[in-house]
């Protein structure tokens, strides 16, 4: 297109991608712009040009969307936390469950009228309990920076709120400010443990404790439509889907690789008396063929609850062979979400009943995903029933 850094641009957006960037279209050339609204028109400086797109930073807004409302946080467009402050919580709904349906159309070549309306968090400000302030030494001023990283690039923003976390990680934060870490380049874990839940320091816990029981509520009704007498609870952490649903079946088997955390999911199990559970320490690659090999496919359901970068393939497959009744998938990430879906789906092995967005990081581009899959009756194996249910001698 022939641009160059500080050239000033007229753009009409379009749109806004995942991630937060607006889109703005020029002669079919993408220019992405960020902190903008789709139906703006806007004023913006050239900062990047690549083959086939460019980034601009926002100037001044000539047309402005009637979505668009006043951040509630002095630092939004400097701090890289956020990217939808300024946007109506309405709108931002909205925007997340297209989001979402463009992705698993284009990635995961899925009908997106199976995505559902977002599901709303009660407290869009001040829902986080657990956030990382980094500490960076600014030369200029011959002090630590505590905060996030910037929007624009890598450099530390120094800041003394956080209008998404709690006050209480706010009140942590006044205590680290006042009690600096001795050098740049050292991170500190600001957290609000679950109340009622063991959970090691390294080990992974939702962070949105305001939406969460919506979340649970979503998944129970998906496993309840399912009829599923036996659930797997893959990547299960301490313990808390699996615990959370364990009355609703008659089996629960967790599997996780991390022992510290299968230790905790044991001790939070004991703590609300539950004599259907076991929790066992292994990669799922290896647990999960075992497992599934004890209960029959038509009775059986699995929840996994991946890392971002999503299931490794060898999982994927042995899912695909042996056909359970019911997945459900909770993810943070949905184009990794989307490729495993179409794995899964291909040569309709299963298919997508239903996927529900929610929306447990207001403010931000990000959104958690849960999606029903359910096994195909044209490809599903004849059900050969499994073991009776045997707690694992192994307690590992």
């Keep these: ?60 807004i000539i047309q402005t969307s009637k979505d668009r409302v006043t951040p509630a946080c002095r630092y939004f467009g400097v701090c890289g936390g956020c990217q939808y402050q300024h946007m109506a919580y309405e709108a931002q709904l909205e925007l997340k469950r297209k989001q979402v349906a463009d992705i698993f159309a284009r990635i995961g070549g899925l009908d997106p009228g199976v995505v559902a309306p977002a599901v709303p968090c009660p407290q ?13 030494w600014d030369k200029f001023k011959q002090g630590l920076n505590l905060g996030f990283i910037r929007a624009d690039c890598r450099l530390v923003v120094d800041i003394e709120e956080c209008k998404i976390a709690e006050p209480a990680l706010n009140q942590q934060l006044r205590e680290v400010r006042a009690h600096p870490p001795p050098k740049g380049g050292l991170k500190v874990v600001l957290r609000i443990p679950p109340e009622g839940w063991e959970v090691p320091p390294d080990s992974f816990f939702q962070n949105n404790f305001f939406l969460l029981p919506g979340m649970v509520r979503e998944v129970r009704e998906r496993l309840r439509d399912s009829g599923s007498r036996h659930l797997i609870d893959v990547y299960c952490g301490v313990g808390f889907f699996g615990i959370e649903l364990a009355r609703d079946v008659e089996h629960l088997v967790g599997i996780e690789y991390d022992r510290m955390a299968i230790r905790a999911a044991r001790a939070n199990a ?9 929790f066992l320490a292994g ?12 209960f029959p496919p038509k009775e059986t359901t699995l929840l996994l ?8 393939p060898v999982l994927l497959e042995v899912l695909r062979q042996t056909s359970p009744h019911q997945l459900l998938y909770i993810s943070c990430h ?18 997508v009943v239903r996927v529900t967005p929610l929306d447990m990081f207001p ?6 995903c849960v999606a029903d899959l359910r096994r195909s009756t044209a490809t599903a194996p004849s059900a050969t029933p499994g073991g009776a249910f045997q707690p694992a001698h192994d307690q590992r």
């Excluded at 869009?124 to 960076?136: D, L, T, V």
């Excluded at 004991?270 to 076991?278: I, V």
Aim: net charge negative; charged share 25%; proline share 6%.
């Design 124 to 136: 869009p400000y001040g829902y986080r309990n657990r956030i990382m302030i980094r500490s960076q």
């Design 270 to 278: 004991a703590a609300r008396g539950l004599a259907n559970a076991e």
């Design 305 to 312: 609850d991946p890392p971002r970068k999503g299931c490794q």
């Design 363 to 368: 403010q931000t581009a990000h959104v958690e």
């Design 1 to 60: 297109m022939g641009f160059t850094p500080g050239q000033i641009l007229t753009l009409t957006v379009s749109d806004v991608a995942f991630g937060g960037e607006g889109v703005a279209r020029l002669d079919d050339f993408v220019v992405f712009v960020p902190f903008v609204l789709p139906g703006e028109v806007v004023e913006a400086e050239v900062v990047e040009e690549k083959k086939r797109f460019a980034r601009a930073r926002l100037l001044r």
């Design 334 to 351: 949905p184009a990794t979400m989307a490729r495993d879906l179409n794995i899964l789906c291909t040569d309709n092995v299963f298919e």
């Design 283 to 294: 990669t799922a690659e290896e647990l999960v063929p075992q497992v599934l090999d004890r």
